[in-house]
């Protein structure tokens, strides 16, 4: 069994992605996914410093995170907004159509990746909620102030939520329109990988593994009638550039 | 459901026709725009539109103070001003980026989409 905060941390980075994009599914708010998130990983710090790390981590930290999302929204629904949000619990109406492709990742990968958010915030609030690094990571890549990257993302969150920026694959006939912006954000978050700017490790191999199509189940050039080029295309962004 | 308006911008500065170049376009225009609301009408997005009268009609009141000061003329002086309006009804920004796609063409002129904070 592995033990230390290191471990927790690898653990964590590992599986932010993952966990991030189930909690906005499920709870249909960024904020409060990221939040139930970091209170998931200090539950972690203190749980497996003792115990170890658990056969598995994901699944731990997916149901951590979701009890402690529910406690928050439990907390504060005497607002108005939290209040609907509470009321998914006892809501029996289905839920909104997520497009054509079951992954909640790539799902948020088209919400972070939408065109009606700025191309920089884009590839930011992408490295940010499914690549798992830190704000001044992603402010050292963009050669910008720790505080100017982060009010670039947080505008950007803000705008998802109040514009209602839809969280879901698009349907078939629209997802060869959006799959360019999204190409080209997986391109510049792969360059991360390949080429760190933080300190440390020059190749960060979880940023590069996630780019593969047996990571993310099919890959997003999939729809009937599309070009072959496209399909192309997507293989080669997987692949990551020759 | 969000409530989003949508502004159509224009130039400040009209010739006879509008912004629409020709007597024929300017009817074109308006006959796209009538089949648009139309429709929005019968797919339940509609809640009110309306075109507005040139910005040089506008005037701007500023009550802050003890007694209000009226100015004539638009807030900002600018080349590009709002000519009309819709407000609609969508389930999401994508909905509402795809008929503000169709009213621009309908009306020609750009769209601006911004979602309302509620409605009171």
Known sequence: MQRGTAAVERVFREEYGRLIASLVRRFGDIDIAAEAAG????????????????????????????????????????????????????????HE???????????????????????????????????????????????????????????????????????????????????????????????????????????????????HPADTG??????????????????????GPA | MTHYLLTVHGPAEMDEYGNYGSKEEMGEAFAATGAFNDKLHSDGYWVFAGGLQPASTATVVDGQGETPVTTDGPYLETKEVIGGCWVIDTPDLDVALRLAAEGSKACRGKVEVRPFDGLA
Request: charged share 25%.
């Open chain 1, 218 to 239: 099919p890959p997003p050039a999939a729809p009937r009638g599309a070009g072959g080029g496209r399909s192309a295309r997507a293989a080669a962004a997987h692949r």
């Open chain 1, 39 to 94: 209170e998931a990983l200090v539950a972690a710090l203190e749980k497996w410093s003792e115990s170890g790390v658990p056969p598995n981590p994901g699944g731990w930290l997916t149901i951590t995170a979701g009890n402690r999302a529910i406690d928050r929204i439990r907390r504060e629904k005497q607002r108005d907004a939290k209040h609907q949000a509470a009321f998914m619990y006892h809501d029996d109406t289905p």
């Open chain 1, 97 to 211: 159509p997520t497009g054509p492709i079951e992954d909640d990742r790539l799902r948020l990968l088209f919400t972070c990746c939408h065109p009606a958010l700025a191309p920089e915030a884009r590839i930011a609030l992408t490295l940010r909620l499914l690549g798992g690094l830190t704000v001044a990571e992603i402010a050292h890549a963009f050669l910008v102030p720790e505080t100017t990257m982060a009010q670039r993302i947080t505008r950007a969150k803000k705008k998802i939520a109040a514009a209602k920026v839809p969280y879901r694959v698009p349907a078939a006939a629209d997802l060869t329109e959006r799959l360019g912006g999204v190409l080209a954000v997986l391109f510049l978050v792969f360059n991360e990988g390949y080429l760190a700017t933080g300190d440390g490790d020059p190749v960060r191999a979880e940023l590069n593994g996630r780019g």
